[in-house]
């Protein structure tokens, strides 16, 4: 029967029904789409998302014929279905044209007039994530059906190479070794090379094919739990930590993981902890070793986080193959390295990935045991998240995929609940969870410590409910970031809320350890003494708020965003590196990352107005009050928690020509003066 919901693909129908089809049409119905994936998204987006449906209707109008042209052709009398614009979204992935023929898949990609090697690895890696994740390809090719990646440019010339070697030479049977390349009047020709080298007439119906769940293959899941077995992530790597608490928290998760499933039970585990406390530590260990490996997977909303473990992953890859082995130690050959490394971060996956169409996601055959981190930050009903509405909160969207996924046998989530760590509009919290598991018939494990910590003055009105267990080692106290001293956090959120007397002794006591908090009026005198700190493979770098856009006169712009992977793990001789201290990350590209020793820059969005803190934001020639105080305060908790090491707060003069209203000196001394209450000492005393 044919998907009648939302489906993966923006545009699929049989052969006949795309050819009996006019363009307009479908470029409509695709374009629809896509003004459909764009409901209500954030207004910074809006006008990208506009060139964008733009964009597509004119390529479409490039594209559309040549594919109809293609199948009118002999050549096309082999092709059972057309699938457009195919949403990938576990691995979010979106690939152009999708051909269904007999005993053949064609991945087509179309470019506009020119191939550059990024395109050629594009489409292959498009075809890779087919053969391992997708269920219904990998059972396909098990009946030798074939995968062949096209790249086709809807102007200019471009002669298919008569070296085109067809399905052999790297580490999977069924895929072409390279792309098929072609210009759009012989696209045709690309489709009967591919026929060629079939190897069977096997067909798939467009139904099943659509419908299919992702379901990771053996060999993929192999090299993952290889790969991260062995993995460096330098941003998250262990320090003189407080190990045996996290060990204790491992092994005691499990334990209720296993019990737990044994029963057939749908169960969540609660652990909380302060910024760098190891909540994230726990989640791998328990998504990548043990016994749960292979049913588990790592889900978060920290999207920066997931890129600077991938892009770690890949360079642990790149060091495990030597130039002497042809195959690597996961079982693909080392040539194909780079595909590899891009796949098998599926064990890591952003969270509105995970959940597919809003709730209406296929059985995720590797995800029983779901470790989700930054739990409290799921998102409230209504909510437009990556273009569309929620239908329902977050937290319940997820439970639900979970139980519907596996009927018998139960499923656990594992929550990492961070506290003081909402900087984002609509995030619900803790509560979510457990208002969620009540709904559905859940139970939960969580301690005294994370009630306390997430619900103050309703922590009773939840820890004698019925479905509510009890975990001893729930909440990590001691963090494992800043581990020559652990009153870094205490001390921010000291001064945070107000609390001079309390920031100022453990400034005093953080000296006595000889690692004061500094701050100046130099950005340059800032980078200086940041340069004499990092030595060797040490990672330094300057960071600030999100809302702290008037930075930009000191040549600071917090929404450039560089890459984040690149600024953590590139060497400091690479300009894109953090150590280069030439760019900034805020706090939503940082969090849950850390550096030896940071620059804290504080702009005027976040001010001292007499007693009382009061966050702002620029709208045009002027500061205007910001009535969420907390999302803003929370901002400033997490860049001034992502030391492991050291920091030094730089705090600007503002315009003294009193030219810019926008940088008042009286906006910075204020937050200056305050901070030297709370015990920071300014550098040039430190000489």
Known sequence: MRPTTATSGWYFGTREEFLNT????????????????SLDIEAAQQEEWVQSVNLLQKNLGERIPIIQAALVAPEGEEITAVILEYDFRRRGLRMDCLLLGKGILFVVEFKRAKLQRADRDQVMNYAVNLL???????????????????????????????DWHGIAGHSWK?????????????????????????????????????????????????????????????????????????????????????????????????????????????????????????????????????????KALGMSYRRQASKKETWTPTGYRRSDAKFITGAANYKVVKAHNFLGNRGTAHRQEDGRVLVFDEAQRTYEKGRSVLGEKLIDHEADLIMTVQKNAYPEGGAVIVALIGHNQAINRGERGIVAWMEAAERLGWTYSISEETLDLALGTKKHEWATRPNRKTIRNGHLHQSIRYYRNDSVEKWASAVLDGKVNEAQKLAFQMEKNSNPILMTRSLSDARGWVRSKTLGSMRSGIIASGQAKRLGSEGLFVDYKPDIATWMLAPSTDIRSSNALETVQNQYQIQGLELDYCI??????????????????????????????????????VILTRARKGMIIFVPSGDIQGNDQTRVPDFYNGIWNYLAMCGVKPLSQTD
């Not at 006019?22 to 994936?37: D, F, K, V």
């Open 132 to 162: 391992e994740f997708h269920k219904a390809t990998q059972e396909w090719c098990k009946k030798d059906a074939i995968i062949v990646p096209i790249l086709a440019l809807t102007q200019g010339d471009k002669i298919i190479e008569p």
């Open 600 to 637: 804290v820059c504080w702009d005027a969005d976040l001010r001292k107005e007499g007693n009382e803190w009061k966050a702002y934001k620029i709208s045009g020639d002027d500061w205007k009050k910001d009535k969420l105080l907390e999302v803003a305060k929370n901002g400033y908790r």
């Open 22 to 37: 006019n363009s307009e049409e479908i470029a409509g119905r695709l374009a629809s789409r896509a003004n459909e994936e």
């Open 174 to 310: 069924s895929l072409a070794n390279k792309p098929l390349e072609c210009d759009q009047t012989r696209f045709k020709n690309a489709l009967r090379i591919g026929l060629e080298n079939r190897k069977s007439t096997t067909t798939v119906s467009l139904e099943e094919w659509i419908s299919s769940p992702f379901s990771p293959s053996s060999s993929i899941l192999d090299a993952t739990l290889s790969l991260f077995g062995n993995h460096d992530v330098a941003a998250i790597q262990e320090h003189q930590a407080p190990k045996e608490a996290i060990d204790r928290s491992v092994k005691e998760i499990r334990e209720i993981i296993q019990g737990e499933l044994a029963e057939g039970n749908y169960h969540i585990i609660f652990l909380s902890g302060s910024p760098g406390a190891g909540k994230t530590l726990v989640g791998l260990d328990l998504v990548m070793r043990g016994e749960f490996a292979n049913e588990a997977v790592f889900v978060t909303g920290n999207a920066p986080l997931v890129e600077v473990l991938n």
